[in-house]
């Protein structure tokens, strides 16, 4: 069976950083499973799985364009030190969830001065291009009730 729009599949994968860095890998867990053809999974890694079958494995790198986008300087904000009044010690790096009037979103620290912390608003890869190893599982039908809720049970 294909992978095609409201299939069910697992997926093996290990996703590397242009330096051969393991960033994600569902190695030693259970496989992801995911319902194909609904936007569940980066759109560059969705394409490369279509018309995929068990035992295929892939090697593939997505550009940003087709995972999580370019990156966007008009995502990066400063924010005012005593916003952080809570937060005993702010981190380059450290992540920051933050009510917005866009909805609960997440900021990476990226830098600290004296009265001001700057957060960058971009999903963490943005503008990176990802080196993907998949193996296909499984793949099967999906259930009425699955393709209803736009993902898998
Ligand atoms: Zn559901």
Not at 133 to 146: F, I, K, L, T
């Amino acid at each position: 069976m294909k992978i095609q729009e409201n299939k069910a599949v697992l997926i093996h994968y290990t996703l590397k950083n242009d330096d051969g860095e393991i960033l994600d890998s569902s190695e030693g867990q259970e496989p992801l499973a995911y319902l194909h053809g609904h936007g569940n999974l980066i759109p560059g890694l969705e394409d490369e799985l279509e018309g995929k079958v068990v035992g295929d494995v892939l090697r593939v790198s997505i550009p940003p364009e087709k995972g999580y986008g370019l990156h966007d300087s008009g995502q990066i904000i400063k924010v005012p030190k005593s916003k952080f009044g809570e937060v005993e010690e702010i981190a380059i790096g450290m992540q920051i969830e933050a009510h917005t009037s866009d909805g609960q979103r997440v900021f990476t620290v990226q830098e600290v001065a004296a009265d001001t912390v700057t957060l960058d608003g971009n999903h963490p890869l943005a503008g990176k291009t990802l080196h993907f190893n998949v193996s296909v599982q499984n793949v099967r039908d999906a259930s009425p009730e699955e393709i209803n809720h736009r993902h898998v049970h």
